[in-house]
């Protein structure tokens, strides 16, 4: 039975009264693509935490929300999450935007939803558009498993031993990267995965939405010859390694330490890297990564 719109307010709201943050979904691009839910959330809650506020306020205007907008990016993230809780914890509504898509996927939020739930007060996830699935929809690669690395690292020696580091995932990887960074991102790729198949989506939802398809070198050949393909905001997909015998596929930590160490990379940031493919803590990854460069010395 379909729902009436009494009762997606209804369970987009939550109990009367009650304090609660709604992580909300909004548009990459396509504005058509918010939900009836979202809308109705973003008029009722009192404060919006938004990545931009500026950006934000326009899609707001379009939508007809009025509710008062306080900043929440990387800097000021962690005083926000204690200022917002509290008020959370008060009673009041709280909606939390990215500038598109759902927030907390390579975008923050991260420590205010840690915040609240470390204290037991509401977290309500309200789903919509997210780049990383949109693409891998329509990509044509497997996608009963994926591994999702977010943004590779900016420095082009840690790029390098990151891709190497996961040459023999058999899962389908996916990361974001910026129009500016795309074409040296595409040669790493080549000489991590050779011809593997890489797939690219730019623009999606909007007017020049495309999915380029081919391997590294290819589709670097073909952004050259056209640089109307290099801009916009990309999701690159990358076939996985093929199942090979005697492989278990794992990337060795030291191995992933010492590449880094190779290119040339500190090893405050070898440890960045490193826990973020591998997990644990960042200040095991330091103290073995120093341990490595006393060991060489």
Request: hydrophobic share 45%; aromatic share 4%.
């Amino acid at each position: 039975m379909a729902e009436t719109s009494d009762s997606i307010v209804h369970t987009a709201t939550g109990s009367h009264g009650a304090g609660a943050l709604y992580v909300v979904a909004t548009p990459i691009g396509n504005l058509d693509d918010i939900s009836a839910r979202a809308v109705a959330t973003l008029k009722m809650v009192d404060l919006i935490a938004a990545e931009d506020t500026r950006h934000s306020a326009r899609l707001l205007a379009h939508l007809g929300v009025r509710a008062p907008l306080l900043s929440l990016h990387d800097h000021n993230e962690r005083a926000r999450a204690e200022q917002l809780g509290e008020r959370i914890a008060r009673g009041e509504r709280v909606a939390l935007i990215s500038d598109a898509g759902t927030p907390l996927i390579s975008d923050p939020g991260y420590r205010l939803v840690n915040w609240l739930r470390e204290r037991g007060l509401a977290v309500i996830p309200l789903p919509g558009a997210c780049a990383l699935i949109t693409a891998l929809s329509a990509a044509g690669l497997p996608t009963d498993r994926f591994r999702f690395e977010g943004f590779l690292p900016a420095k082009r020696g840690a790029r390098r031993a990151a891709l190497e580091a996961l040459r023999r995932e058999r899962a389908t990887l996916a990361f974001y990267e910026s129009p500016h960074r795309i074409e040296e991102t595409l040669e790493d790729l080549a000489e991590a995965f050779g011809e593997r198949r890489v797939v690219l989506a730019r623009e999606l939802t909007k007017r020049f939405e495309t999915f380029l398809d081919g391997d590294a070198l290819g589709l670097l050949a073909r952004m050259r010859e056209d640089p109307d393909q290099a801009r916009g905001e990309f999701v690159v997909m990358v076939e996985g390694a093929a199942e090979q015998t005697g492989e278990s596929g794992e990337v060795d930590g030291e191995a992933l330490l010492a590449a880094l160490a190779e290119s040339g990379v500190g090893v405050k940031q070898a440890a960045a890297v490193a826990a973020r493919l591998l997990g644990g803590r960042k200040q095991e990854w330091y103290a073995r990564a120093q341990s490595l460069k006393e060991g060489e010395r």
